[in-house]
């Protein structure tokens, strides 16, 4: 018999579905996500981490701010460690259900000193919201500047949601009126993590370890309930877009967005140095047998 043509495709097909098995995990091996070998980035300033990566920086992030609170970087890293990948696609989620939180999401407006000029919201009517966000930034000598651009979040639109929420924090900040005291910015962590649901929220109120008892007693008689109340039943802060509430009187916010306006915390302090003031002269005037001089 003469021998047969050779059939050069159905050979090859055979070849391949031969050695499929032993190729395909050498493949995956060589373009596995590891520290040696990384994933190119998902925007600009991303940095791709393992699993093992998140953990540590979550967990060195986390020992860091409790150290230092003020330690701004920290607690970004911390913030993102811990909300992907549920948390953050969660609240991004949220903004898409809602026709303004979509806009923001299409139109990515940033804040900063150079978008948002100082000068102009200085200028406008008193009571409005965004005199109110200058006159705090001034009182507190802090800038929409500071915060750090976000690094680790892998969704590069879930990364401009957190960069959203960490450059509106100073927003929330001016209209409850809460200082940048770590007494203030605990009450404000705590609204966030009811109005949010990010971890990161959570976890900085272990600050209140650092507190004194009198400000310990003050967190949890007065600004914590006034904090998961309002944070709870007040409409989605990450759907507000800001940059159009410039000229809105700050009273007609809060209530369009169901916010009580807590108690003044700089009165709280000042009130409960006087009362200590006027026990220590009272201390003073008594001598060491009990008769008043």
């Known amino acids: 018999m003469p021998p047969q043509k050779p059939n050069l495709r159905k050979d090859l097909s055979l070849l391949c579905s031969i050695l499929r098995p032993t190729l395909k995990p050498h493949t995956a091996s060589r373009h596995a996500f590891s520290i040696l070998s990384r994933p ?15 953990t540590a920086l979550a967990v060195g992030s986390a020992i860091a701010s409790l150290v230092n609170p003020r330690r701004g970087d920290m607690i970004a890293a911390l913030g993102e460690a811990t909300a992907q990948p549920y ?16 806009r923001i999401l299409r139109d990515r407006p940033r804040i900063t000193s150079t978008t948002m000029s100082m ?5 406008l009517p008193e009571n409005s919201v965004g005199r ?7 009182r507190e000598g802090v800038s929409p500047d500071t915060r750090d651009a976000v690094r680790y979040i892998d969704d590069e639109e879930s ?28 009450g404000l962590k705590a609204f966030e993590f009811a109005n949010t649901g990010l971890p990161m929220t959570a ?54 967005l169901g916010i009580e306006r807590p108690p003044d915390l700089r009165e709280e302090r000042k009130r409960a140095r006087q009362k200590r003031r006027l026990a220590r002269e009272a201390r003073e005037k008594v001598g060491v047998d009990g008769v008043v001089r």
């Not at 948390?87 to 979509?102: D, E, K, P, V």
């Not at 000068?119 to 200028?123: A, D, P, S, V």
């Not at 600050?207 to 007040?234: C, D, H, M, Q």
């Open 87 to 102: 948390f953050i696609n969660a609240l991004r989620n949220r903004m898409l259900s809602s026709s303004t939180g979509r």
């Open 40 to 54: 190119p980035p998902n925007y600009p300033g991303h940095v791709p981490l393992t699993g093992i990566e998140r």
């Open 159 to 186: 990364a401009y949601v957190m960069q959203r929420y960490r450059e509106c924090h100073d927003f929330y900040h001016a209209v409850t009126g809460l200082p940048v005291y770590v007494e203030g910015e605990i």
């Open 132 to 138: 109110t966000y200058a006159a705090w930034l001034d």
């Open 119 to 123: 000068e102009m919201l200085r200028t």
């Open 203 to 256: 976890l900085s109120l272990i600050a209140i370890v650092r507190l004194k008892s009198e400000e310990r007693a003050r967190i949890f008689r007065t600004y914590l309930p006034w904090a998961f109340a309002n944070g709870l039943r007040s409409a989605d802060l990450i759907n507000v877009y800001w940059e159009e509430e410039l000229e809105t009187d700050v009273e007609v916010l809060r209530r369009r």
